[in-house]
């Protein structure tokens, strides 16, 4: 079974695995990445997948990249942890990051080895750093809400453990206990405080409201879910309350942005700092270029990406 790319040019290329790759900024950016890291390649394919595909179709995905030779790697967006599930043994070398969490969000090539890496803990944690102050926790006593224990909450739910200020209590939302399950075996494989991670099922946005709601002022409240940006929706409701001097991280930057829009309406008066997710756009994608195409990144050099980026925003 072969999955065709939105195009199929016969020189080098990498690939974008995601729902609706067309429409990402990514497109206009990665042309301008390529000449500031001098790639071999300036152009960027989409394979677009539905959500939730046939196994076969990620194995038929990842087979493709493999065999291709012009095909340099790819970044993996929604489905990463659908890759993981479906093809985990086409790869000739996973990560721990991807082993622990069970997803792959970075596809590259070393000679005819195939290699699988989790990238999300690493940018989540970069983005996160770029606009909570070092010292938030320890300073307000706040504490976090991870909508959603998907790839991306996993991630923030595995950086925050690892962070020096690490919060009092991290509380993670699913609506089905199945994934928070899964979200608990990953922490108690990594050797997570026992206490710090609270798994909660939500299985409506008013339960979840409920516990925004609870959160001491100053919390992290992360839509995590990918609600607004492949899929329309927020994981709360529109009578939901954020907490006094909220930070409101919305991981999505395009899509229909309904939490973030939720949390603008209450800017003012909730005095909520509100963030979205062009920085972790950003760092996400300049890690798995690096990887790619085996480039080292310095600080400088991600500011003249992030510069390049915001040029065509």
């Known amino acids: ?105 970075s596809i590259s090539k070393r000679g005819d080895r195939l290699i699988g890496q989790a990238k999300d803990p690493i940018t989540v944690d970069l983005a996160l750093n770029d606009f909570l102050p070092a010292d938030h926790f320890a300073r307000t006593g706040a504490e976090v809400i991870i909508l959603g224990a ?34 608990r075996d990953v922490h108690r494989q990594h050797g997570t405080r026992e206490d710090l991670i609270r798994y909660v099922v939500t299985p409506s946005a008013s339960d979840a409201d409920a516990l925004v709601a609870a959160a001491p002022a100053g919390s992290l409240i992360a839509n995590a879910t990918g609600l607004g940006k492949d899929r329309p929706g927020s994981p709360l ?43 972790y756009f950003i760092h996400g994608w300049s890690q798995v270029v690096a990887d790619v195409f085996e480039v080292t990144l310095t600080p400088d050099l991600v500011e003249e990406l992030a510069r390049a980026a915001e040029s065509v925003r």
């Open 1 to 105: 079974m072969t999955i065709a790319p939105a195009t199929a040019p016969a020189a080098d290329h990498m690939g974008f695995v995601g729902v609706t790759t067309g429409s990402s900024s990514i497109m206009k950016v990665f042309p301008l990445w390529a000449d500031i890291l001098g790639l071999p390649t300036r152009t960027l394919v989409g394979h677009d997948l539905p959500m939730d595909a046939d196994p076969a179709v990620y194995r038929a995905m990842v087979e493709q990249i493999r065999d291709d030779e012009h095909h340099r790697g790819a970044l993996v967006t929604t489905h990463k942890m659908n890759v993981f599930a479906a093809a985990s043994d086409l790869f000739d070398e996973l990560d721990p990051f991807a082993v622990s969490c069970s997803e792959i969000s």
């Open 150 to 183: 998907g790839g991306s909450g996993t991630a923030l739910s595995w950086a925050l453990a690892e962070r020096a200020d690490a919060p009092a209590l991290v509380t993670v939302t699913a609506r089905s206990q199945d994934k928070l399950d899964h979200l």
């Open 237 to 279: 409701t529109d009578a939901a309350v954020f907490p006094e001097g909220a930070w409101a991280w919305e991981f999505n930057y395009r899509g229909s942005l309904e939490f973030m829009h939720q949390a603008l309406a209450q800017q003012q008066q909730r005095g909520l700092q509100v963030v979205d997710g062009w920085r």
